[in-house]
């Protein structure tokens, strides 16, 4: 049987062609080997916030960065957005992305808060509107944990607002924190039959009044105290007004129910011994809602180390309404706040307690 090649081929013929084939292809597949397609790069979302990961800047075309950060919705991605759009100049973006932070429907921790307020108020400097970014600002200090945040926005670190007195210390009169005193509002008298002796405190509860109050007059703020003792007395049953301090935009401290009553601030038996605290606005989010003024908070941290310090309780007694029953108070904007502060007055416990151990050996 003989082999039928097509007309003017042999086997050689045929043999040669099949190797320049052969050859055409590996040559073509070694120059797609040396030049590989460009693959984009693979840009993750941050995973922590803070000032490295959000604040730096951009290693790659920002626009690139950008529109990649937009398939994920975590919140160190927003806030990466936000500052890639304050960078790109897109300035009413930056303010849009930062408040889906601060008021969507997750709850950003203090840490969170601080970072989309300081881009907000840098955002806003950049459209001359002075006002709403001193506001931010403002709030930013008063939440920053991060040290390189601090340090950019000014804010001098939370521990020096504390006071340095040891909690062991001989207890200073607090009438040196410059309280107003209860006639400095005029007040009505109170009705000693709905009034309980205080005893020796053991505890302290911080407030918020409810009403967004800005006004930092000292007759306004007279007058808002006094408006709450008249809501608790005709309104509540009180025999007075609730709580034994209150604290203005402007961090006096005005003193509320004398001490040596009981306060009406948490219910029933949970205000024995619990000194009430109530720092004046609402502290909700929303627009309804404000966040504490550097001067209250700074106040509010003055007025609990004196307390602690006159009464002997520790930091791990210092309450919010909102830990004794189902209620917002003293809302989400003081919350991280008194958590803070709680944290600081603890670790300077224990670094005493170090402290005292190391002397003892």
Known sequence: MSTLWPRGLGPRSVFSATSTALWLAVAFCGSCASAPPRVAPVIAPPIGVTAESILSEPTIDPLVELEALRKSDSTAAMLRRSFLELRLGHYEAAIDTAAEVVYGNAKPTANEEAFARYLRAEAFDQLGKQDRAQQDRERAR?????????????????????????????????????????????????????????????????????????????????????RIQKDHMENRGYGDIGYHFLIDPSGRIWEGREMRWQGAHCGDTNNIQNIGVCVLGNFLRGREGQGPTAAQVESLQRLVVSLMNRYRFGPDSIRCHSDFKATECPGPLMEPVVAQLVRTLQQQAGGRIAAAAAAGH
């Open 142 to 226: 008063v939440l920053a944990m991060d040290s390189e945040l601090q340090r950019r926005l000014g804010a001098v670190p939370k521990t020096s607002h504390v006071d340095p007195t040891p909690v062991s210390a001989p207890s200073p009169d607090v009438q040196a924190l410059q309280v107003m005193p209860r006639s400095a509002w005029s007040p009505r008298p109170p009705d000693r039959n709905h009034l309980e002796a205080m005893g020796t405190p053991k505890r302290l509860t911080v407030h918020h009044s409810a009403m967004y109050f800005r006004d930092t007059k000292q007759t306004a703020c007279a007058a808002q105290v006094a």
